[in-house]
């Protein structure tokens, strides 16, 4: 099979024309974000924020052109826009007269058919926030509901490994993708869309608009929660999904050991900054048992999760141990709520769920989504 190169790519998107602007969209500086790696390719088409979703014939042109040049498995193209930044506050904003809602912001709808939406979120890396979204989202089908999960880590998806799903999602008009499924769970991640070992090299504005294309342009179907995993930390992916969708709220992942919890109350503080409400906290690797004599160890110390949640004024969810089923489970696509439902620990992941979807279901009707306070 040949083998595809970037210029060819750049050569081909020399053709794709952008009947506004009436040149390709190589000479008009659209294109960004060029990845060509064995055979799969990404990028990104920027665009004027005015033409929003006008601009979707132009992104399906390009990625129909690259598509057919021999030598390519799969293309996955973006729409991206640079705004420009917001006016300077007049006198009496600096005068602090101006605190409050932003006036004449359109509210963002909400994703159709789908009842609830909840984030889970880690100030940090590695304290198991993906197992944890994973077997959250099983429990809650567990416990009878319909659900989605939205892998939101664009540069690090793991859902497709553990869900065990792999292929491409379909559309059946070219617009909408159908999500894969598994365990009655529907599933959409970037890495549906390119190889597991392809390195995502996009900037802010470009996870932006994948995120948002993957909430809104999937056939998520009739859903009573969404549960998205989220990547590590305060960044450009936490801001759009406050800002693009109405979160019923956010789940904070800790490790129990004072430098994780520093990272987790930033967490929850952005989250309570841009008026989503913090559902609660989870300690994850709380404690370990040794599986041959019983003895257990808190290796990252213990219950600072509790401790934090109460000083924050926040749920504690309540505490998953650091074992090696979960961990085998997870890597073999087959998360312990699946594997051992009958498990202490694939019953606390159903406990955690039942506290979570009486908060959501307490809350009525979904939340319109948060108007960001002018500072």
Request: charged letters at 20%.
């Amino acid at each position: 099979m040949a083998k595809v190169t970037e210029a060819q790519v750049v050569d081909v998107l020399r053709t794709v024309i952008d009947p506004d602007r009436k040149a390709d969209v190589v000479s008009l500086n659209m294109l960004s974000g060029l990845v060509v790696r064995d055979g799969h390719v990404t990028f990104a088409i920027e665009v004027d924020p005015q033409r929003g979703a006008a601009a979707e014939p132009l992104r399906y042109a390009a990625e129909r052109a690259v598509d057919k040049l021999p030598g390519v498995l799969s293309v996955t193209a973006v729409l991206t826009a640079h705004r420009a930044p917001p006016p300077a506050p007049g006198p009496a904003a600096q005068k602090g007269q101006s605190h409050g809602h932003a006036h004449g912001q359109p509210e963002k709808p909400a994703v159709p058919g789908v009842r609830h939406i909840v984030a889970v979120a880690s100030g940090k890396g590695g304290v198991g926030k993906s197992t944890t979204s994973v077997n959250l989202a099983l429990a809650l089908k567990a416990n009878g509901l319909s659900v989605g999960l939205l892998d939101a880590d664009i540069y690090g998806p793991s859902m497709p490994r553990m869900m065990a799903i792999s292929g491409r999602p379909t559309s059946a008009d070219g617009n909408t993708l159908q999500p894969l499924e598994n365990y009655g769970v529907k599933v959409m991640s970037m890495g549906f869309l390119v190889e597991e070992d392809t390195p995502m090299i996009w900037r802010g504005p470009m996870v932006q608009s994948a995120l948002t294309q993957m909430l809104r342009d999937v056939e998520w179907g009739e859903l009573d929660v969404l549960v998205v995993d989220m990547p590590p930390g305060t960044g450009d992916a936490q801001l759009t999904m406050a800002q693009q969708v109405p979160l019923s709220g956010a789940v904070i992942v800790s490790t129990p050991q004072d430098i994780a919890l520093l990272d987790a109350r930033k967490g929850l503080n952005m989250f309570r900054r841009v008026d989503v409400p913090v559902l609660g906290v989870i300690e994850n690797m709380s404690y370990f048992c040794c599986p041959n004599c019983g003895h257990r160890a808190e290796i990252f110390s213990h219950g600072g999760a509790r401790r934090e949640a109460a000083a924050l004024g926040t749920e504690f969810l309540g505490e998953v141990p650091l074992h090696i089923d979960i961990r085998e489970t997870s890597d073999q696509g087959r998360p312990i709520v699946i594997a051992q439902p009958d498990s202490e620990h694939a019953t606390v992941y159903r406990q955690i769920a039942t506290t979570i979807w009486a908060k959501l279901s307490g809350a009525g009707a979904a939340r319109k989504p948060p108007r960001i306070v002018i500072q």
